[in-house]
């Protein structure tokens, strides 16, 4: 390559939209969104969690299994995750905002892992419910005096700056992984991943 070809290189624009593969769907999303939320490959995460010995599963899973029989009652405190099990990786966080039983589809919001707050200029994305994209979950309990709130009503409460955030109360955090037969299983209180069996 010449000089004048890799100076142009250099100042090539770049795409303003970029098509993210997300397993079975593709989403646009801008350039700049990329640049100010903490997205990450979830294929790349998937991957590294399978050399380790997570199964990826799908919500339609997660809601199957009889450990999570409380938990359906309450999807709307879920935050489901796409991190391998190694500690420099960072994974996704996606909070439910609807189940479309009749076209098997889940709406989904990223979040940050306490799914009290969303990128909102990232675009939902509508997952079939049948796709193997998470290692495990979350379910975030929240309360405001003596009720339980859905984790798009803490965000709702404390963007409106109506209520302190010291009066919303984060009163438990349940987590659950992944494990290489795709069985949930519940980490003991104080651990953040599973032990690596590989």
Known sequence: MSLKESIAQLFKVKPQIVELNLGPVSINVPRKVLEQVPFNDPQHNLEIAKKHGIAPI???????????????????QIVLFDTPPVAYLE?????????NQQDRLVKLSLCNPFG??????????????????????SVQEYKFGSRLLSLQSVEDLLRSEEVPYERIKHTDEKTFWSNQNGKLTKLPRGESAPRLTR
Not at 64 to 71: D, E, H, Y
Not at 91 to 99: E, K, P, Q, S, T
Not at 117 to 127: G, K
């Open 58 to 76: 799908s919500l339609r899973e997660i809601m199957a299994q009889s450990l999570t029989n409380r938990v359906n009652a309450n999807l709307r």
């Open 91 to 99: 994974g996704n966080h996606w909070r439910i905002d609807g189940i």
């Open 116 to 137: 009290n707050y969303t990128y909102r200029q990232f675009p939902p994305v509508r997952f079939p419910l049948d796709a193997q994209m998470f290692t495990g979950l």
